[in-house]
């Protein structure tokens, strides 16, 4: 275990549906990530979070929408997702000091499929 | 803007020869380098960074890279691979000035043949 836990570690999910991914961390970690891995393509970062503020989102579509409660828990909230969508979706937290990466923490992933 | 140029999207070697997978990269200001592996249907693992010090960076599994700053280069080593070194492979490169977020290389699958 890397000390970052993702669930479920499976999902198959019709397109009308309405599902959340959950990441939790106990490393102390400041900072949350979510990233989509699709076949043949490079890693997609999706949703920063930095002290439970989003810092950054890379032009996502609405049908995935992020929540930080807290700085050890980041979910993906998915709702009316297209067969595109399927893929390996990461979370990933790090330490951020004074703006210094130290490097991330990744979970094991959620593998997404959309029927 | 920083980028990584992962050159290969594919290196074969036979077991227990050395093996190389190369990584350059671009940033403003000083890197920060890291090299992550990952299995079919896992999460990235860590495996080694650079920060600051010595350019011969040693990490798990007996894998090294090196980092040399005036070819901006971070190639991963290993002196003599596995069959179960078999996975795929990310360079990534951040920078201590600002804020910032690791940005990825588009990865390089090992394949070591028995």
């Known amino acids: 275990e890397t000390g970052v836990t993702q669930t479920p570690r499976h999902l198959v999910m019709g397109m009308t549906n309405k599902k959340s991914l959950k990441c939790e961390q106990h490393l102390g970690h400041n900072a949350m990530y979510w990233y989509k891995q699709s076949a043949k393509k490079p890693l997609e970062l999706m949703f920063v979070y930095s002290l439970e503020e989003r810092v950054e989102n890379n032009s996502v579509p609405s049908r995935f929408s992020p929540e930080c409660p807290n700085s050890s828990h980041l979910f993906l909230h998915l709702h009316t997702l297209q067969p595109e969508d399927s893929a390996l979706y990461l979370c990933a937290s790090s330490r951020q000091d004074r703006g210094a990466n130290y490097g991330y923490t990744f979970g094991s992933g959620t593998r997404l499929t959309v029927v | 803007a920083q980028s990584v140029a992962q050159p290969e999207d594919q290196v074969n070697v036979a077991e227990g020869n050395p093996l190389t997978v190369k990584c350059t990269y671009s940033v403003s200001g000083n890197p920060y380098l890291f090299w992550y592996v990952q299995y079919p249907n896992r999460g990235l693992q860590f495996l080694l960074k650079?920060?600051?010090?010595?350019?011969l960076v040693k990490g798990s599994y007996g894998f090294e890279a090196e980092f040399n700053k005036s070819q901006t280069s971070f190639h991963l080593k290993k002196p003599s691979a596995l069959v179960s070194d078999s996975a795929l492979y990310f360079c990534?490169?951040?920078?201590?000035?600002?804020?910032?977020?690791?940005?990825f290389g588009k990865g390089t699958m090992l394949l070591v043949s028995p």
């Open positions: 650079y920060i600051t010090g010595d350019n």
């Open positions: 990534a490169v951040t920078t201590n000035s600002g804020y910032s977020t690791l940005t």
